[in-house]
């Protein structure tokens, strides 16, 4: 009777330690990845890329901080050292200057690096450990070359404004030389009659296009690396008494009011460069990271393990509507 006592509770105990383990694993496999997200200012894209990671994070148990260094580079570097001391698993950084990621993965010591917006150099980038996610620029420069020829048929030569963002952007770089060389391939002549960053701002956008309008040249469609500068311009138009529709006028981003722009006939193309897609790949590489899984197997990444790219999709009066908010 008394040895079955003892068999008794020593089942019992090992059910006890069964379900321990059992719940000590189910914690374990339950706990949140916590990703810091730097930031170098967060206009109307950004701000889709911050309400996406916030929307995916909840729903996949991954706990994402948001820090906005508003282009302080030194600011963004101690950030990301304080956040690698208070215990994240990964960093995601909008790099506040396209040549300092050495210094970003260097202040995250081992902890991996998403890098997001900006791109940096490729030769810091190291498979499933320092990568890139965004959308190809070169998809931008075919679609909008393409809308371009279309728009001005029978022109093979034609005045052009182009606002780039900033030269230190590498995609605003792509998006703004490779154009010129791609129409020129076509047989066409771009010549930019003005040519300025405006800084991806709105307001910069409107005061500099008024300058430009003083000087009555002629131009045959506007460029604008984002949506915000386009509508800049649209804005500098209005003021001016003349009608935005006069002219193609291009974006990029598809952003709320650039969609607002597209239907009312103002702005006439834009792309959809979709910061909520982004955000998720973003985060998928997080969770691939702290999972010891490979990059490229997550959708849009290419085989190098060191670039998630998300597809643009071409925005104009015929599927504005499946974009508008």
């Known amino acids: 009777m008394r040895i079955k006592k003892i068999v008794s509770f020593l089942a019992i105990c090992v059910l006890m330690i069964s379900a321990l383990g059992c719940s000590e694993s189910s914690s374990s496999s339950g706990k949140k990845i916590r990703v810091f997200a730097s930031f170098s200012g967060i206009g109307d894209f950004n701000q889709t890329i911050v309400d996406g990671m916030n929307s995916y994070g909840k729903a996949n148990n991954i706990d994402v901080t ?44 081992n902890l991996p690096v998403v890098f997001f917006s900006q791109e940096p150099d490729s030769s810091r980038l190291k498979k499933d450990k320092y990568i890139f996610v965004g ?10 070359a393409k809308d371009i020829e279309k728009k001005l048929a029978g022109k093979k030569s034609f005045n052009a404004v182009l606002l780039e963002g900033d030269r230190n952007s590498k995609c605003a770089v792509t998006r703004s030389d490779s154009l010129k060389g791609r129409l020129k391939e076509d047989g066409y002549d771009i010549n930019y009659v003005f040519k300025d960053t405006a800084s991806w701002s709105r307001d910069n956008a409107k005061d500099m296009f008024k300058v430009f309008l003083k000087l009555k040249s002629s131009y045959d469609c506007v460029i604008a690396n984002n949506d915000d500068m386009a509508l800049g311009v649209i804005d500098a138009m209005k003021e001016e008494g003349i009608n935005p529709s006069s002219v193609p006028i291009y974006g990029v981003d598809a952003t709320t009011n650039g969609c607002k722009a597209i239907q009312d006939g103002t702005m006439t193309f834009t792309i959809k460069q979709s910061g909520e897609g982004q955000a998720e790949c973003i985060l998928k590489a997080a969770k691939a990271f702290v999972e010891g899984k490979d990059i490229n197997k997550i959708q849009y990444a290419d085989k190098s393990g060191k670039y998630i790219w998300y597809p643009y999709t071409a925005v104009e009066k015929s599927n504005v509507e499946k974009f508008a908010k």
Not at 71 to 88: C, R, T
């Open 135 to 144: 959308s190809n620029d070169n998809n931008v420069v075919d679609m909008i």
């Open 66 to 109: 948001i820090k906005d260094v508003e282009s302080d580079v030194e600011k963004q570097v101690n950030d990301v050292k304080k956040a690698k001391s208070e215990g994240y698993d990964v960093i995601a950084c909008a790099l506040a200057d396209s040549d300092t990621a050495q210094h970003i993965i260097n202040a995250a010591g």
